[in-house]
């Protein structure tokens, strides 16, 4: 069985230095980047996009954002509403900010794997959950906030260790015993345990600067 701590190196390597390029070199994910397949801009006399196309090709955007490049270039992108925007592979798909966000200009998109598919509909229906295998998901555009042991809280409280993370991925694990080898403390400085003592318990791994209200 790979040790938790190996696991972490692994998704470290995978993803940190994309997520350092972003918080600390270009402005512009290398993942936009790839979105943006380095097309030439709009020059004079060329026809304007339509509207919806221009909003679909800002929703992939905002959606491989969210990716390392290699999970970028084949990953299918899909609305909330399970409107395919980008066809792609399947090992990986990748959804924008939600509307109710982006109206606010937060940023929050997320690529996930099969395992993390099925934890999200689990948790969004508020069922019983547990992974068959690791599970991989990256947020390396960051996050909004969230309380770190209450699954469904909206808001901030004094109690409910609410934190917004900057690029990170996240790991879940077959077997929840691994999760002791962690901490939960989100202030600690490193990988920590979100959730846990429920069935959506994962392993947040920080790969870069959290936004400067949550430091």
């Known amino acids: 069985m790979m040790r938790v701590e190996v696991l972490i190196v692994l998704v470290l390597s995978a993803s940190g230095a994309v997520a350092q390029e972003a918080v600390y070199g270009s402005h512009q994910h290398p993942a936009v980047r790839i979105a943006q397949g380095g097309g030439a801009g ?3 006399g060329a026809p304007a996009a339509s509207s919806a196309t221009s909003d679909k090709e800002a929703l992939i955007k905002d ?29 990986f798909t990748c959804f924008p900010t939600e509307a109710s966000k ?23 229906n508020k069922k019983p959950f547990k992974a068959e295998k690791i599970g991989i998901a990256y947020m390396l555009a960051g996050d909004t906030g969230a309380s770190n042991i209450d699954p469904y809280a909206e808001k901030r409280t004094s109690d409910n260790q609410w934190i917004a993370e900057g690029p990170h ?47």
């Open 102 to 124: 982006r109206s606010k200009g937060e940023n929050e998109p997320m690529c996930l794997d099969k395992v993390w598919l099925a934890w999200g509909d689990a948790w969004m």
């Open 42 to 44: 709009h020059t004079m």
């Open 63 to 91: 959606a491989l954002s969210a990716a390392p490049p290699l999970i970028a270039k084949t990953a299918t992108v899909k609305d909330w509403d399970g409107t395919v925007l980008k066809q792609g592979k399947d090992d």
């Open 169 to 215: 991925t996240m790991v879940l694990l077959p077997d929840p015993a691994q999760l002791d080898a962690l901490p939960t403390d989100p202030n600690q400085g490193g990988p920590y345990v979100m959730w846990k003592g429920t069935p959506y318990a994962h392993i947040m791994v920080p790969v870069g600067e959290r936004p400067a209200a949550s430091r």
